[in-house]
């Protein structure tokens, strides 16, 4: 149990496109899901939490407009890069909280490879 | 604001050796603390978390780690260490009370040598 999957696990784009990436919880509820950005040999960054129906709240420094996240519902988190430039490129990872679990740790999706040419 | 240290960047360990990977915390109140393993290319995986109760905490594929309140630590232990233990381990830290944020470390590869 506990599974999050994310969609692609691998992109390249061109500079200037945008590029979404999903996340999903397969086999439970998230209200609340994370998406972090971890450079090379570097800790993970919190990029911004999203909440289901509202909108995501950004840590300091994270660009809103650049980085849109849209939690649809229990189960789907969006992160669309948009305009994206190469100094974008890095591993985005996502997670999620089970909302029924009562539990604190965080499943992690398996993480996307963003290369901007 | 909260934060953790994991001191050492790596940490090279002989097969069959016990391994302690080492973490500090800082955080207002009582601390959630958690381990997390990451392979190569791939997201983290839970391997344990201290809430409450015992200060030893049993987790997954062997490991256990010890709340030591006094020192705010919660070092990462495995009596034998295998090959396939060989990844990067991040230890992160919360406020106790509901879902708050968590703060990850910088993490510790750890090697070890068969």
């Known amino acids: 149990g506990a599974v999050v999957s994310q969609h692609p696990s691998w992109v390249i784009c061109k500079s200037g496109t945008s590029v979404k990436i999903e996340c999903r919880s397969l086999d439970f509820q998230a209200t609340t899901m994370f998406w972090y950005r971890q450079f090379p040999k570097q800790s993970l960054m919190l990029m911004a939490t999203s909440n289901e129906g509202s909108k995501a709240t950004y840590e300091q420094g994270v660009e809103k407009d650049k980085f849109l996240i849209n939690h649809a519902s229990l189960t789907l988190s969006t992160l669309t890069v948009t305009s994206a430039h190469p100094e974008d490129s890095s591993f985005y990872i996502c997670?999620?909280?089970?909302?029924?679990?009562?539990?604190?740790?965080?499943?992690f999706g398996p993480g996307t490879r963003l290369t901007v040419t | 604001a909260q934060s953790v240290a994991q001191p050492e960047d790596q940490v090279n360990v002989a097969e069959g050796n016990p391994l302690t990977v080492k973490c500090t915390y800082s955080?207002?109140?009582?601390?959630?603390l958690f381990w997390y393993v990451q392979y190569p290319n791939r997201g983290l995986q839970f391997l344990l978390k201290y809430i409450t109760g015992d200060n030893l905490v049993k987790g997954s594929y062997g490991f256990e780690a010890e709340f030591n309140k006094s020192q705010t630590s919660f070092h990462l232990k495995k009596p034998s260490a295998l090959v396939s233990d060989s990844a990067l381990y991040f230890c992160a830290v919360s406020q106790a009370g509901g879902y708050q944020k968590v703060t990850f470390g910088t993490g510790t590869k750890l090697q070890v040598i068969p």
């Open positions: 955080v207002s109140g009582n601390p959630y």
């Open positions: 997670s999620a909280r089970d909302s029924g679990g009562g539990e604190y740790e965080q499943y």
